[in-house]
C-alpha cells in the first residue's frame, strides 16, 4: 500500500473483475501450432521405415463399433489433401458400416505422391458379433487382401483371403493402434475387456507394437476446442487416460489423444496436429517392430517378393550382425 502512496486502510470490495488477453495468447499458440503442425507434415513425409525393409508400413485401427476408426483415416486424409473429405464410409449405425478389411493408402496433395503408410481399417469389435477372434492372426500375418468380406455369422471358408499363401514382410501389419471413444472407456463391458486382453496377448505374441488413440476427446465434458492446445493438461481428459490406463493395462505413454474430423467444414491446426501428432508415433511402433524382425526372415520375405532392395538391406543388416 505504501508503495501506491495508499495510507493503510482497509478497502472493501463489492465488484471484482477478471479480463484474460485471449486473442494476443490465441495468435501466439495459433502460430506455434501452425509451426508445429508444418513440422509434423514433414517429417512424415520423409519418413522412410527403418532399414527401408519396406516401402510402407501398415498399421491396422481395432477398436469397438462406432469408436472412430473410419473417421480417423478421413481425419488423416483430410489432412493431407487439405480439405475435409470423406473417403471411409462412416455411420451411426451400432452393428458399424465397416464389413470389409481395408487397406487404404494416401496421396499427397502436396506433390501427389503416395505417403510411405497403409492404414488398415476392419469390422469392429463387439461382445457377441463384429470382428471375429480367430481373424486377428491371419490380419497381423497379411493373409488378407483390401476388400476382404467379413462374415461375423457364418464360419470363414477354408482358402478365402489368401490363407493358403506365404505374406510378404510388406503385407504384415507393423503397428496396430487401439481406437477408443474418450466418452465410453468407462462403459466398456467385461466381455469387451477381456476381448481387448486376448487381443493384446495376440499381439505380444507377434512382436507388434500397439497403442491406443482416444477419439471424440472434444466432446467430453469441460471441454472446449481451445483446450485441445494443451490437451493433455486437462484433469477431464488426464481421468480418461488414466482409467485406459487401468482398466485396460495400456501404458500411459502408449496412450494418445485425438479429435476427429466429423461436423467440420475446415481444417483446423489444433485437431492437425493431435492427428500428425499421434501418427508420428504410431510410425515410430512400426519402426521398433521392423527392427526388432528376425533378420533371417526378413532377407526371406525380401528374396520371396523379388524386392531387390529390401533383400539387399536385409542382407546388409544380418551381415554386420555376424561379422566380427
Given at each position: 500500500m505504501e508503495k501506491l502512496g495508499l495510507s493503510q486502510i482497509y478497502i472493501s470490495f463489492q465488484d471484482c473483475e477478471v479480463f484474460r488477453c485471449e486473442d494476443l495468447l490465441d495468435k501466439r499458440k495459433m502460430s506455434g501450432l501452425t509451426e508445429?503442425?508444418?513440422?509434423?507434415?514433414?517429417?512424415?513425409?520423409?519418413?522412410?521405415?527403418?532399414?527401408?525393409?519396406?516401402?510402407?508400413?501398415?498399421?491396422?485401427?481395432?477398436?469397438?463399433?462406432?469408436?472412430?476408426?473410419?473417421?480417423f483415416f478421413n481425419s488423416v486424409r483430410s489432412i493431407f489433401r487439405g480439405h475435409v473429405t470423406n473417403q471411409a464410409l462412416v455411420?451411426?449405425?451400432?452393428?458399424?458400416?465397416?464389413?470389409?478389411?481395408?487397406?487404404?493408402?494416401?496421396?499427397?496433395?502436396?506433390?501427389?505422391?503416395?505417403?510411405?503408410?497403409?492404414?488398415?481399417?476392419?469390422?469392429?469389435?463387439?461382445?457377441?458379433?463384429?470382428?471375429?477372434?480367430?481373424?486377428?492372426?491371419?490380419?497381423?500375418?497379411?493373409?488378407?487382401?483390401?476388400?476382404?468380406?467379413?462374415?461375423?455369422?457364418?464360419?470363414?471358408p477354408k482358402g478365402i483371403g489368401n490363407h493358403t499363401g506365404c505374406p510378404l514382410l510388406k503385407?504384415?501389419?507393423?503397428?496396430?493402434?487401439?481406437?477408443?471413444?474418450?466418452?465410453?472407456?468407462?462403459q466398456l463391458s467385461h466381455e469387451m475387456v477381456e476381448k481387448i486382453k486376448r487381443i493384446r496377448r495376440e499381439l505380444i505374441k507377434s512382436d507388434v507394437v500397439h497403442v491406443v488413440l482416444l477419439t471424440h476427446v472434444d466432446t467430453l465434458d469441460l471441454i472446449t476446442k481451445g483446450d485441445?492446445?494443451?490437451?493433455?493438461?486437462?484433469?477431464?481428459?488426464?481421468?480418461?487416460?488414466?482409467?485406459?490406463h487401468r482398466k485396460l493395462g495400456f501404458a500411459l505413454s502408449d496412450i494418445f489423444v485425438v479429435s476427429n474430423y466429423t461436423s467440420e467444414w475446415e481444417l483446423e491446426p489444433v485437431i492437425d496436429v493431435l492427428i500428425l501428432s499421434a501418427l508420428k508415433e504410431?510410425?515410430?511402433?512400426?519402426?521398433?517392430?521392423l527392427e526388432n524382425f528376425?533378420?533371417?526372415k526378413t532377407v526371406v520375405n525380401a528374396l520371396n517378393g523379388e524386392d531387390a532392395a529390401a533383400a539387399a538391406a536385409a542382407a546388409k543388416s544380418l551381415q554386420s550382425c555376424v561379422t566380427p
Open positions: 508445429l503442425k508444418e513440422s509434423l507434415l514433414c517429417a512424415i513425409r520423409n519418413y522412410i521405415p527403418y532399414g527401408g525393409l519396406v516401402h510402407k508400413v501398415r498399421i491396422l485401427l481395432l477398436g469397438p463399433v462406432g469408436a472412430g476408426k473410419s473417421s455411420g451411426s449405425d451400432p452393428t458399424g458400416t465397416s464389413e470389409k478389411y481395408r487397406t487404404y493408402f494416401i496421396k499427397d496433395g502436396k506433390d501427389n505422391n503416395t505417403l510411405p503408410f497403409i492404414l488398415c481399417d476392419t469390422m469392429g469389435l463387439s461382445e457377441k458379433e463384429g470382428l471375429d477372434m480367430d481373424d486377428i492372426p491371419y490380419i497381423l500375418e497379411g493373409h488378407f487382401p483390401d476388400k476382404y468380406q467379413f462374415n461375423s455369422l457364418k464360419l470363414r503385407d504384415r501389419i507393423h503397428c496396430v493402434a487401439f481406437v477408443f471413444s474418450a466418452n465410453s472407456v468407462g485441445l492446445i494443451d490437451v493433455y493438461k486437462c484433469v477431464p481428459v488426464k481421468l480418461q487416460l488414466e482409467a485406459v504410431m510410425l515410430r511402433a512400426a519402426d521398433d517392430f528376425p533378420l533371417e
